[in-house]
């Protein structure tokens, strides 16, 4: 038997859609199972004994580069004759790949084409008040298995070159959306907060984020405390552009708190069971939660303090969040982490010092 299973989004979601296929291996242990993804994930299955094949989809942004990309994916996969395909979005280019492979059996979310919607034999309504690991676990449950675990796995090595403090936090400062992301003063401070305690940071990044972590590597020096960033014998360690997702996820392990923002970073942390403290705005946790393996809860709340297992996500106290908007009336900047975030940020210091009481 070949399952495939297509997951077009970013490497958080990707990540997140590991317990679906280890759930698959463990239903189907002589099936060959096959992924395919956006060029750019596919780190996150480095050494990941599940999945036979994986299959990268470039995207070119060129119009007819884009169809002739499309096409000859759609001939390589009908080539593989899949026997199952789980489309694990809502995107009309996996159902249709799905159809076009000739496989049998299509399990998807449902998506905007009421004649794509047709050719799904198992469609599965979305729940967007609950987590996306458990969204694609109801993709197995269509198929009529229950899920067996619900771990987020992902391999991690450490760096050869990279010299690791004893003892620090790693920071995520920025985001592929900004409007997820806080100040960087906001996120200077809590290093600052952070490495009075006696932690160390580490902080990293994508290779074009650099000036952007540069600019929060300088601000953490520049606080004005009752102890200066390192008068203690800690330090910042940039390691911003320099490690590869599996790298990012050996010093993750490594790590004694995860600090930072809702991106791709906080759920290789959370995945290396190393306890974070994430900071959402107009995106809702209850769906992007750092997920915990042991307790495999939901976050049941909209916003405020949630602790989850090891993991707390925290909203600033505002009746529009979260809003589910990309920012402010989808104007690509939340106020929410940006404006007046005082408040927020002494809530912010709080779990982090409560983490750092159950980790040191």
Known sequence: MKILVVKFRRIGDTLLSTPLLSNLASVFPNAEIHYALNAGCEGVFEGNECVSKIHIFANPRAFFAKIYAKIKFIFAIRREKFDIVINST????????????????????????????????????????????????????????????????????????????????????????EYKCVSLEMMANLARFVMQRGLSVVVSGAPNEHEKVGRFVALCGSGKSNLSAGENGTKVVNLCGQLSLT????????????????TASSHIAASQNTPCVVMFGSIPMWHWGAWDNEVAGLYEHKSGVQRVGRHVCITPNLPCVPCAKKGCKESGFAKCLREETGEFEVAVKAEILKTLKNVC
């Open 247 to 262: 790298e990012f996820a050996g010093v993750a392990r490594q790590a004694a708190i995860y600090v930072g923002v809702d």
């Open 90 to 177: 809502e995107g009309k280019f996996g159902v249709m790949l799905g159809v076009l492979s000739g496989a049998k059996t299509l399990v998807s979310f449902p998506t905007k084409s009421r004649f794509y919607n047709t050719r799904i034999t198992h469609e599965v309504k979305r729940n967007w008040q609950t987590h996306m690991v458990e969204q694609d676990l109801n993709l197995l449950r269509a198929l009529g298995f229950e899920p067996v675990h619900k771990r987020v796995e992902m391999c991690g090595v450490l760096p050869k070159n990279a010299s690791l403090p004893e003892k620090f936090a790693l920071f995520c400062v920025s985001a592929s959306e």
